[in-house]
């Protein structure tokens, strides 16, 4: 029973709290209905702010829509240039194109014009095309390329914003100048190219061959210089023969007369003569040793492939793979066709043996050709399970390898000494021949013609192996990356570059100058810039609504009857009603003058007029609290305590452009969720977001009721007395 009897009273305690701080309020109400000057002004001040924020909206409801009224000066001194056969005027063109872009105010003068416009405020800023610019911006092509450069002036005094539009009006040229010299250029080269169609059809496959012939010359460079250095040194031997062959005739002539003379001749040109076929026999014992190495060599290269996942370098060296095994069968065939020249002189049966050992390795050469060539198709056909297939290859190259070693020890051992034996016959033949020279002297004076014909060849062959190996070996590192660069490329990708060549120059210029278009997608779009200010102007008029209120209206409650029995808190809370009513009519005419006077966007307009309600009883709340509390100090506090949020809430600009103490200052601000919560209803709600709005503006409520309650009652008479204080000196109301 006891403890029901302490509920009812503590119940009937709370409602007469309730019914105390009614009758402060309700005080208040009668008194502004019942005197008219007190109700104009409190419709005044419920209807000042909300003037604010229309009016600023309003203002800034399209300043970027209107940057066609915003003059700034193009001078253009341009005289334009040739290039490929052709004169072109940048600078012109794009005056030309200018003129019918409205999007700036663009006034096209004189220099002299120019300057005194930026200096008297006629322009905002000045664009100067020099004189020089098409000749500059075509110096490209030459081998003394300059930079071209537009001056750019702008008046930062006059205005900051039109300084930044001036810029946007610069970099809208400077695209517009850019996009129409690569265009220019482009087209004209297309329609160069496109006037060789027929040359490039005709030639494809002659450029496709091109191509390869210079990816096998890069791989086998080394090779190419050790056989020009052979061939050098070959033809020095071969012209020292012919000067003693041709120093003999002399003493061949003369031969009749003086025979002792001539015999001791003839034997210094047969020693020549099996100098040269010795020569040769060590030439082929060289080539065979150079097959051995090549051979492994392949066997190497086939090693790395095993290892390697990239399609294209596996091909390429497939492709190296074939150059060798091509370049071994060119060796075997010369081999074998200066055997059997020599067979036919005199047959041997060791010769004859060496000759189909060469034509058998020649034939499981080929077979093995065209079983990497099978791989490299399997490859780029996407199948790269080779494994046994390639194990067999290199199992059979070795093979291959050890058959050489077989057919250099034959040749060694069996074929030398035959062919020694046939040098030795044709040295006979040689003296047989001297012998046929003595009584042959009418016919000496045409062989001593045909000596200094082939003397003069190969001093010419010397001298042209020479130049060629010395340019070789100077451009063989470029040569070599350059085969390299190219093996990257296959057939198809040239085919596709020779199709892109032949197409439409127009089209090709135009493509190439603006190579993607750009599509926007808007996300929580929000159509004009009104609308996008309108949190930022909406809530600080309302935060400037509850200053004008604090400014006007008293904060602390008058004597009157019935005032004796209430203490400092029902005084407080009850004038705080008055205050928080009179915010919510601030907000409520803001948000409907937003929504219904200037159109604002708005995805939820039932939203903003909630976020403008709530904006303005915890702004009231805290604006009432701290001049309450505080007195003159509280409503200097609220001004700066507006200043702060109005820089660190994020309102007009991204918070991180802000200083750092701004960032961490962010979300301890009220601003920042009352914005928070107008964008949403703006540009579209987001539910996490608006409810931690939501919730965080009421702890800004709760915070300040509490802090009232506590310290109202302390700090009531400290204030009072300071008040007092400040009145008395006779500079404040």
């Not at 209905?33 to 000042?48: S, T, Y």
């Not at 009418?442 to 014909?453: C, F, H, M, P």
């Not at 409520?588 to 939203?607: D, Q, R």
Request: hydrophobic share 40%; charged share 20%; with cysteine.
């Amino acid at each position: 029973m006891q403890a029901k009897r302490k509920l009812r009273k503590k119940g009937r305690g709370k409602v007469n709290n309730m019914k105390k701080l009614m009758i402060v309020f309700k005080r208040d109400l009668k008194s502004i209905f019942k005197n008219p000057v007190a109700l104009i002004i409190v419709f005044g001040i419920c209807v000042i702010p909300a003037l604010y924020a229309w009016v600023n909206i309003k203002a800034c409801w399209d300043p970027y829509g209107n940057t066609s009224t915003m003059p700034i000066a193009v001078i253009n001194n341009d005289k334009g240039a040739n290039m490929v056969g052709e004169n072109i005027n940048v600078g012109g063109e794009v005056v030309e194109e200018l003129k019918s872009n409205k999007n700036i105010g663009w006034k096209f003068v004189s220099r002299e014009d120019a300057d005194m416009g930026i200096v008297d405020g006629t322009y905002f800023a000045t664009i100067e095309i020099p004189e020089s610019f098409s000749e500059d911006l075509t110096s490209i092509v030459t081998d003394k390329s300059k930079k071209a450069q537009i001056i750019y002036k702008v008046d930062t005094k006059a205005n900051p914003v039109a300084g930044k539009i001036a810029g946007v009006a610069e970099g809208t040229l400077i695209d517009q100048i850019t996009s129409n010299f690569i265009s220019t250029v482009n087209k004209k080269a297309f329609q160069k190219v496109k006037g060789y169609k027929e040359d490039i059809n005709k030639n494809r496959d002659d450029i496709i061959k091109l191509k390869n012939s210079i990816i096998t010359a890069g791989s086998d460079m080394d090779t190419i210089v050790a056989v020009l250095e052979n061939v050098n040194a070959n033809s020095g031997n071969l012209n020292t023969y012919l000067k003693v062959v041709k120093d003999t005739m002399p003493a061949l002539t003369g031969g009749i007369a003086i025979g002792q003379t001539t015999t001791q001749n003839t034997e210094n040109l047969i020693k020549t003569t099996n100098d040269s076929l010795n020569t040769s026999f060590k030439t082929l014992k060289q080539n065979l040793t150079e097959m051995k190495i090549s051979i492994d060599k392949i066997i190497a290269i086939l090693d790395t492939i095993n290892n390697n996942e990239n399609t294209t370098e596996v091909n390429n060296q497939l492709n190296t793979v074939n150059n060798n095994i091509n370049l071994i069968n060119d060796n075997i065939n010369s081999s074998i066709q200066y055997l059997e020249a020599i067979n036919k002189v005199n047959t041997n049966e060791a010769i004859s043996q060496t000759i189909v050992s060469l034509k058998l390795l020649q034939s499981n050469l080929n077979d093995r050709a065209s079983l990497v060539t099978s791989i490299s198709n399997d490859y780029l056909n996407g199948k790269k399970d080779n494994d046994e297939v390639m194990k067999q290859l290199k199992s059979d190259l070795q093979k291959i390898s050890e058959d050489i070693t077989k057919t250099t020890n034959q040749f060694e051992n069996n074929t030398m000494p035959a062919l020694n034996e046939i040098a030795s016959y044709l040295t006979n033949a040689t003296k047989d021949a001297s012998q046929l020279l003595k009584s042959s002297n009418g016919a000496v004076e045409g062989v001593n013609t045909l000596i200094t014909s082939a003397t003069d060849g190969s001093q010419l062959t010397t001298k042209v192996s020479g130049d060629l190996l010395e340019q070789l070996k100077q451009y063989k590192d470029e040569i070599k990356y350059l085969g390299n660069q190219l093996s990257k490329i296959n057939d198809n990708d040239l085919n596709t570059i020779f199709a892109i060549l032949q197409s439409n120059p127009d089209l090709m210029g135009e493509f190439i100058s603006n190579p993607f278009n750009i599509k926007e997608v808007k996300v929580y779009s929000v159509p004009n810039y009104g609308s996008a200010m309108t949190p930022v102007y909406s809530v600080l008029a309302l935060w400037v609504g509850g200053l004008i209120l604090t400014s006007v209206l008293k904060t602390e409650a008058p004597k009157f009857k019935g005032a004796e029995n209430l203490t400092i808190r029902d005084k407080y809370f009850g004038k705080m009603l008055i205050f928080v009513t009179l915010g919510i009519i601030q907000g409520i005419i803001i948000a409907l003058g937003n929504i219904f006077l200037l159109k604002v966007y708005s995805v939820n307009p039932f939203l903003m007029v909630i976020f403008s309600i709530l904006s303005s009883i915890t702004f009231s709340i805290i604006i009432f609290t701290n001049v309450s509390l505080l007195g003159n100090v509280g409503k200097a506090i609220n001004i700066v305590f507006m200043i702060i949020q109005l820089a660190g809430c994020g309102g007009s600009y991204p918070i991180q452009l802000d200083p750092l103490i701004f960032r961490i200052l962010q979300p301890l601000f009220p601003f920042t969720y009352s914005v928070g919560g107008f964008r949403e209803a703006i540009a579209g709600p987001l539910s996490s977001s608006v409810v931690l709005d939501i919730v965080m503006l009421l702890l800004f409520c709760a915070l300040y009721i509490i802090l009232g309650f506590i310290f109202k009652p302390r700090l009531h008479s400290i204030v009072k007395v300071f008040e007092k204080k400040f009145h008395q000196s006779g500079i404040g109301e």
